[in-house]
């Protein structure tokens, strides 16, 4: 007999999905959440750092109704996306999959997206338990699965599931499988590769009113080096726009020509920090005619601190779960979190839902199959993209910007990507071809880098 039937690592979008679920079908769910200050919230909760942009297909995704979502959680409502390249633009204004919803999109305000997560969760019988760290884990397997977690206080708890939804810095779920594989494998060595391990760093700046595009995300391709590394704005409430960038951790500017990269300078004896970088853009867009500092102030009562906000966070591909051993990996945890785009709220979502749900029904074994229907596609997109631009430099930004805004500027509605789109753009084929042959290689779920076969124990 167990103290909880589920226990959850982690109480972002993940987590405390997970534990709602759970709840909701009749179990004893537990969250673990360490607790991170911040300066947008009164008491303690999760991480939560965030652009917070969701598109309007991520809600099918998700799992979630617009409508279900508090209104002061939604900050604005999209009508676009507009990127632009070191000398090319293109304006998307739909992003051409199905959705109920009616807009392009909206961003929100993620600390208050996740203090309704959290209060759905304990509406629904869930405990969350702020301010508590789970130290470790040690897992009986002998003739069933018993997880035994030690807390930062020293209290021991037991469960008969587990979920670990520790985000993507996944320092208790590496911890967790390592010892479910077999010799020479490592599950840090696929969840946190250096290759993959980035830094996201945001501003919140007050912008001049004639200069807030309220309804727009914009994103900068080929500005900075390195492999999803850019940035963008994102606009919330009373013209405060989340300036933001992702970039990888230990590149070294020697590899770098700077008279190629708008954001680099001739001068750089190091990579920029995300602060140099975040100022350079504002200077670029805005600095002939306004005065960064004294016309984009930061916003400091926003965000975590001081209204900027550092996330450390390893963007590869998914893993399946050990379900066997009663254990389900959800969320940034197991590498859903875009390594194109950083997205990632709408399949920590529902990867939370259905673990949850599983676990709560004794039905865990089913997990793996689960998320694979329901977020493969998404998955497979978002990889086979993150493929193509790897290691794409400025002009192979442009071109790839031209193209997609010849292919919109030639199609009216319907699929975006698609053979007859390519085709109206010249080079549009062949990046089309590049396209449809990384998710060719990903079919049948083999972008998810570790399988269930792959755990012994
Ligand atoms: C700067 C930035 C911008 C982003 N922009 C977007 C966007 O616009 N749209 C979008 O959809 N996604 C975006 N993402 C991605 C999105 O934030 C993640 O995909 C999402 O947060 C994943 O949710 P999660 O619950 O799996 O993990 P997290 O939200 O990271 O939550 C994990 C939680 O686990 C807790 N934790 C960790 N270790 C322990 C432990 N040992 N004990 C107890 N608790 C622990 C952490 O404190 C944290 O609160 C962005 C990410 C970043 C960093």
């Known amino acids: 007999m167990t103290d909880v039937d ?7 979008p993940a987590g405390s999905t997970a534990a709602y679920a759970a709840a909701d079908r009749g179990a004893d769910a537990v969250v673990y959440e360490k607790g991170v200050p911040r300066d947008d919230r009164q008491r303690l909760g999760p991480d939560s750092t965030d652009a917070a942009g969701f598109l309007d297909y991520w809600l099918e995704v998700a799992g979630l109704d617009f409508e279900d979502i508090p209104e002061d959680v939604v900050e604005k409502t999209l009508t676009d996306a507009e990127f632009v390249g070191p000398s090319e633009r293109a304006v998307l204004d739909r992003t051409g999959l199905d959705s109920d919803y009616d807009h392009f999109g909206f961003t929100f305000h993620r600390a208050k997206f996740d203090d309704w997560l959290r209060d759905r969760a304990e509406d629904a019988g869930a405990r969350y338990e702020a301010g508590t760290s789970v130290k470790s884990v040690d897992s009986d397997l002998d003739g069933g699965h018993e997880h035994t977690l ?13 979920i670990l939804a520790d985000g993507p810095q996944r320092q208790v779920t590496m911890r967790v499988l390592d010892p479910l594989l077999p010799d020479g494998k490592k599950a840090s060595e696929v969840l946190s590769p250096p290759t993959a391990n980035h830094i996201a760093y945001q501003e919140y700046r007050q912008f001049p009113e004639e200069l807030f595009d309220d309804d727009s995300l914009k994103f900068w391709w080929g500005w900075m080096p390195g492999e999803t590394a850019y ?3 994102f606009p919330n409430r009373g013209n405060v726009a989340r300036v933001g960038l992702t970039m990888p951790i230990g590149m070294d500017i020697d590899d770098f020509d700077a008279s190629e990269w708008r954001l680099l300078r001739e001068d750089d004896e190091q990579i920029p920090s995300g602060s140099v970088y975040i100022r350079r853009l504002l200077e670029e867009l805005y600095g002939d005619e306004y005065d960064v500092d004294e016309d984009f102030p930061l916003a400091v009562d926003h965000g975590k601190s001081n209204g900027t906000e550092t996330y450390p966070i390893s963007s590869t591909r998914p893993i399946e779960s050990p379900v066997d051993a009663g254990i389900a990996v959800a969320g940034g945890a197991m590498g859903t979190t875009s390594a194109f785009h950083e997205g990632g709220d709408h399949v920590a979502h529902r990867t939370g839902l259905l673990a949850g749900r599983l676990a709560a029904e004794d039905r865990l074994t089913e997990y793996n199959d689960a998320w694979h229907d329901a977020i493969g596609d998404e998955i497979k ?3 086979a993209m993150a493929d193509v631009v790897g290691d794409f430099g400025p002009d192979d930004w ?10 919109l500027e030639g199609s009216d509605g319907g699929k975006l990507i698609s053979k007859s789109n390519a085709r109206s753009a010249a080079g549009g084929l062949g990046l089309y071809t590049k396209y449809r042959k990384a998710k060719f290689g990903l079919r049948k779920g083999r972008y998810a ?9």
């Not at 570790?450 to 012994?456: P, V």
């Open 381 to 383: 997109r978002n990889v």
């Open 398 to 407: 442009d071109d790839t910007i031209r193209i997609t805004r010849t292919m």
């Open 449 to 457: 880098q570790l399988r269930e076969s792959d755990y012994s124990f």
């Open 6 to 12: 589920v226990a959850v690592v982690g109480g972002g």
């Open 150 to 162: 030690t807390l930062g206080n020293g209290d021991e708890v037991t469960a008969e599931y587990l």
């Open 231 to 233: 940035p963008w704005v």
